[in-house]
């Protein structure tokens, strides 16, 4: 979290501190005065009753049972009263919380779109001009054009995000499921990513019959953003591992790789909106936050789910779960 959002947090708090205490001073208040208002009253009708009365005994009691009633009727009004002012108090308290995080990480994305939007476009310019302007060798053209098309699959990866996360956020993404071989797909990612990322090991191996019920462009998707994830936070000389196994009547999809793997209290956040580790200032790596939510929202949409947990001796594992599809 940057200072910024830091401080209007603690301001956020401050305000919200005070005015609950207030408002709790108002209530003790408001109960005090009407309790003493009772006793007061209660007092009245009490010197009003004639000692000589037949029925003082009775009158008496009745007073006093109005008191008891009275007192009872402020106590739960002003305890409901209470219990509601909590609840708002709370649920406001997190809901200006959420918006203000939310309203940051916002930021950052227009940032890091902007940077990775930019990064694409100027190196394939400027390859495109060196190809144009000098009479290159074939190595080197090779080589030029083979970062051109790395930089133009980034690009495609990074639309394809967006544009699926503002389909699914819309409800438009209509989804046109049928019988997948998950092993067979990723096989596919994992060839392509082998032919990106010539120097990169990447294992994979898939159990027979791993049959899932779901859309094909999602599915791509979701694999390649957890192969993406794993080849950029770890080392460029440790392997990273794609397996599609069956356990029971469901197949887990696993990226597991080597890297700086992720700690306990970010193993959820990592799947919300925006959300990236650390801040814009100390990050390195290019991305946009948009990744691991986009696989959450792939993973609810097919019945399935997707956790990460650690690899040993270091680094992470991804596991998404599917129910194995039968019926085909
Ligand atoms: P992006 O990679 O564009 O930042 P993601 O949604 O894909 O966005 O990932 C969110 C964050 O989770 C990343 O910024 C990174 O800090 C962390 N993360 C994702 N995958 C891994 C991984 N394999 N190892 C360690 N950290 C990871």
């Not at 219990?83 to 994305?109: D, S």
């Not at 990322?197 to 979701?222: H, K, P």
Request: with cysteine; charged share 25%.
């Amino acid at each position: 979290m940057d200072a910024n959002i830091k401080k209007r947090l603690i301001t956020l708090s401050i305000v919200y501190w005070v005015l609950l205490l207030y408002i709790t001073a108002a209530l003790v208040w408001w109960f005090i005065s009407l309790y003493n208002q009772n006793a007061a009253m209660t007092d009245l009708k009490m010197s009003e009753l004639r000692a000589g009365d037949p029925s003082y005994t009775i009158k008496a009691a009745a007073i006093q049972d109005g008191k008891k009633r009275k007192t009872a009727q402020y106590i739960g009004e002003g305890s409901i009263f209470f219990l509601l002012i909590i609840v708002g108090a709370v649920f406001v308290f997190r809901a200006t919380r959420r918006q203000l995080i939310l309203a940051q990480q916002q930021k950052n994305f227009m940032m890091a779109i902007t940077h990775e939007l930019k990064t694409p476009i100027a190196v394939t310019r400027l390859n495109l001009e060196t190809l144009q302007k000098r009479k290159l060798d074939e190595s080197q053209q090779q080589r030029l054009i083979g970062i051109t098309l790395q930089e133009a699959e980034r690009l495609n990866d990074l639309c394809n995000n967006i544009l699926l996360t503002a389909q699914l956020e819309s409800g438009a993404n209509r989804t046109m499921k049928e019988y997948l071989e998950l092993g067979t797909l990723a096989g596919d990612c994992v060839q392509d990513f082998r032919r990106r990322f010539a120097s990169r090991q990447i294992t994979f191996e898939a159990a027979e019959e791993t049959a899932v019920f779901g859309e094909q462009l999602l599915m791509q998707l979701l694999v390649n953003n957890l192969i993406e994830n794993a080849l950029k936070y770890s080392p460029k000389d440790k392997p990273v591992n794609v397996s599609v196994t069956r356990h029971n009547n469901q197949v887990l999809l696993q990226v597991a790789d080597e890297g700086i793997g992720v700690v306990d209290s970010e193993k959820e956040k990592i799947f919300d909106k925006f959300y990236r580790i650390g801040n814009e200032k100390t990050r390195t790596s290019k991305g946009t936050g948009l990744g691991l939510y986009l696989c959450k929202k792939i993973m609810a949409g097919h019945d399935g789910h997707i956790n990460v947990s650690d690899n040993h001796p270091t680094g992470s594992v991804f596991t998404a779960t599917f129910k194995l599809a039968g019926n085909h």
